[in-house]
Nanobody, 115 residues
Framework: QVQLVESGGGLVQPGGSLRLSCAVS????????MGWYRQAPGKQRESVASISPGLITNYADSVRGRFTISRDNAKKMLYLQMNSLKPEDTAVYYCNRATGHWNPWGQGTQVTVSS
């Protein structure tokens, strides 16, 4: 069974930065397109960013230019560098395979942007 463990969230002021990490175990990693997702209170989970095995990246319009997704295939790690954070970025952030999500999802990591 695949295990997804997200970390790196926290409370940050608007304009601040955080780096999220996701450790994947129990499955191959390098061959899969991976993604970061987030779910704010009362809203559906949405895609934030994705990265292909060939390092092609894609971003939601709301985060493009502020967030950077990256991966380390040798370590089976996925990262999300978040800069210029806004209050509307507040959510629980999850990682998963971008096509054909693994189940169960991880516990996520809470990001709160507030002054």
């Amino acid at each position: 069974q695949v295990q997804l463990v997200e970390s790196g969230g926290g409370l940050v002021q608007p304009g601040g930065s955080l780096r999220l990490s996701c450790a994947v175990s129990g499955s191959s990693f390098g061959a899969h397109m991976m993604g970061w997702y987030r779910q704010a209170p009362g809203k559906q989970r949405e895609s934030v960013a994705s990265i292909s095995p060939g390092l092609i990246t894609n971003y939601a319009d709301s985060v493009r230019g502020r967030f950077t997704i990256s991966r380390d295939n040798a370590k089976k790690m996925l990262y999300l560098q978040m800069n210029s954070l806004k209050p509307e970025d507040t959510a629980v952030y999850y990682c998963n395979r971008a096509t054909g999500h693994w189940n169960p999802w991880g516990q996520g990591t809470q990001v709160t942007v507030s002054s």
